[in-house]
């Protein structure tokens, strides 16, 4: 360890020896000691440099061809603003898109039927959705399973019975569940409308591979799911125009409630505490303030002896 040390000190007393001698010389050296002319040159090649290294920056990032992926724009979603509830037509509306279209490829086995009720249908509404689908039940008193109509309390079914069957029936590609999706991707709703609506022909010198689908929005522009809306894809039975655009906000409208369910629930809870505070904080203030005058306005004087 003591040999070390003075080594170490020895390299360090080195150091600081090259530095000294670093430091005359470029004393020497010194800018303010050249000629006139050299110093305009320097100056000149100075500037050029670093307007030049500014360009290529610049230019590198306005052409930067390996991010060709869009942002979403931000939407004005009707449920946006501090105070505003979710729009529930738009919720039935999206159960709607979700049921005819998206069930085809995705499932949601968080959501049960008992979920809708009070949000976008009445309880007979629900009853009458739910027994639509058939659910595996038992075993019956013969130890068999049977199948019975569905109730309010059973899932969403699912489209495929595990993830191997889904990733066969869609070129490889596994379609998520749609419980969480958009708190599950960047940009939320914005980003699902986006990508629902963004599908367009790959610019030019991109080719997508065979089964997939080129979309500026998804990350690798190149998704596995086809198209899955377009104007008309069915119709409303509220008679809204179903449009594409249309289309795409009810069923991002739908998700954003799946997945946050407590959402007009947390801002009612905002509202009731902002009102509370406003009258119960100037109220705490003035008792405050009430309270502490004594000791605040007294006044220590100093009586010398005489
Ligand atoms: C024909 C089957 C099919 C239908 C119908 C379908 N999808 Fe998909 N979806 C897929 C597949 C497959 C993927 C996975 C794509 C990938 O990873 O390349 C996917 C992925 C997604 C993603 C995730 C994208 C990401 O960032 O990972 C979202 C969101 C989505 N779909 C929404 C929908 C909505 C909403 C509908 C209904 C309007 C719908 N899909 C209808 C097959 C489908």
């Given at each position: 360890m003591a040999v070390l040390r003075v080594l170490s000190s020895n390299a360090g007393r080195s150091l600081l020896n090259t530095e000294g001698a670093v430091?005359?010389?470029?004393?020497?050296?010194?800018?303010?000691?050249?000629s006139r002319g050299r110093r305009a040159a320097l100056s000149v090649l100075g500037v050029f440099t670093a307007g030049g290294a500014g360009l290529a920056i610049v230019l590198h990032q306005a052409v930067k061809a390996s991010d060709l992926e869009l942002h979403p724009p931000s939407y004005p979603w009707s449920h946006n603003g501090i105070l505003s509830s979710l729009d529930h037509a738009s919720i039935r509306?999206?159960?709607?898109?979700?049921k005819q279209v998206c069930s085809a490829c995705h499932s949601m086995e968080y959501l049960a039927f008992r979920n809708l009720v009070g949000v976008s249908h009445t309880e007979a509404e629900v009853k009458a959705l739910a027994e639509e689908i058939e659910v595996v039940d038992g075993p019956d008193e013969t130890g068999e399973m049977f199948t019975r109509p569905g109730k309010l309390s059973d899932y969403f079914p699912k489209p495929y019975p595990n993830p191997?069957?889904?990733?066969?029936?869609?070129?490889?590609a596994l379609p998520p569940d749609l419980s969480y999706i958009v708190n599950a991707r960047h940009g939320g709703?914005?980003?699902?409308?986006?990508?629902?609506?963004?599908?367009?022909?790959?610019?030019?010198?991109?080719?997508?591979?065979?089964?997939?689908y080129y979309n500026p929005y998804f990350p690798g522009q190149a998704i596995g799911m086809a198209p899955p809306i377009y104007?008309?894809?069915?119709?409303?039975?509220?008679?809204t125009p179903a449009t594409m655009s249309q289309v795409a906000?009810?069923?991002?409208?739908?998700?954003?409630?799946?997945?946050?369910?407590?959402?007009?629930?947390?801002?009612?809870?905002?509202?009731?505490?902002?009102?509370?505070?406003?009258?119960?904080?100037?109220?705490?203030?003035?008792?405050?303030?009430?309270?502490?005058?004594?000791?605040?306005?007294?006044?220590?004087?100093?009586?010398?002896?005489?």
């Open positions: 430091r005359i010389s470029k004393a020497n050296m010194s800018f303010a000691n050249l509306r999206g159960y709607q898109v979700y191997e069957a889904a990733r066969v029936a869609n070129n490889g709703e914005d980003y699902v409308f986006s990508l629902l609506t963004g599908y367009c022909d790959p610019p030019a010198g991109v080719s997508v591979r065979e089964g997939l104007n008309e894809v069915l119709e409303y039975e509220d008679g906000k009810d069923v991002c409208t739908f998700l954003r409630w799946a997945a946050e369910p407590e959402h007009d629930q947390r801002k009612r809870m905002g509202l009731k505490l902002l009102m509370g505070s406003a009258v119960l904080i100037p109220l705490v203030y003035y008792m405050k303030r009430h309270r502490w005058s004594v000791l605040k306005s007294r006044k220590i004087a100093y009586r010398p002896p005489r």
